[in-house]
């Protein structure tokens, strides 16, 4: 049954709790968060239109897709010539859907800021050290993530192996270890933004054209420039994850990200203390030497 009772219009909306995505998906998301916060019933008819665009700072044409995001799940539908009207929702669904992506998100988003220093300083070491036979590595590791690509296949394993080389090419076995502790969620990781970039032309050239930028400038041995690159592409990663619509999130990029959501809150308390481990046993040994070498002399 219809009922009169659509949500006011006077205050100033709040910012979505979900970040990501298109102008629509992010009005969608605002929508819901008033209609839930209004505790509106089933069969409430929503204002108009132009009232509501103007409440969200859009255009009719951005609330008209924010409105068929909501309608596609299921939580409002159109009448002709009436408007749109609040549907019985599933309770608890989009809550927990909303709340676990957005979790899984942020833990992406964790990853990629921690990635954006082991790479950038990698990059810059390999610059200044790297060697004839790694910089050719480094090349060949890049084209085999094309090559891989071209074949239909998702370049994760190409892409984490091209990281690799250049952690090896900066001469410092502990960079190379690092990356091992870090290499199941990183490939995880590298799994959810491929496949985001697989969607759009654009940002698989975006990424090529980084990882070139890195490649040049490692070969040019600019550890300034390589770095200032290294850094840019993890940037640009986080900022391509939070351009990811609904429909990304709610498909395959949603459950590899949950995966890694998972993965990081189960091993992360087993990763610290083996990681604490490694480096205790790493000083005994220092230590244990400095006091022969005293001992000696």
Known sequence: M??????????TPQAATFKTGTLASRVAEMLLEKIQGDDLAPGTRLPSELAMAKHFGVSRTVLREAIAILKSDGLLETRKGSGAFVREAKPDW????????????QAL????????????ESAALAALRRTPGQLAEIEYSLRRIEQSVAAG?????EDARFHQAIAAATGNPYWMRLMEMFAQPIRAAV??????????????????????????????G???LA??????????AAQRVRAADREFWRGDGGEFARQLAQEESIDAPQDSAQAAARLARSGGETGGQAANAFGKS
């Open 94 to 105: 989009v809550t927990d859907s909303d709340r676990l992506t957005e979790e899984s998100i």
């Open 109 to 120: 988003l964790n990853l990629i800021e921690v990635r954006q220093g082991m790479e950038a």
């Open 227 to 236: 770095r200032a690159a290294a850094a840019e592409h993890m940037v640009q």
């Open 2 to 11: 219809e009922t009169s009772n659509p949500f006011t219009l006077r205050s």
């Open 153 to 157: 296949a998702d370049g994760v394993e």
């Open 191 to 220: 799994r959810v933004t491929r496949a985001n970039e697989a969607r759009r032309e654009d940002f698989y050239r975006q990424v090529q054209a980084e990882h070139q930028r890195i490649v040049d400038a490692i070969a040019a």
């Open 222 to 224: 600019d550890a300034s």
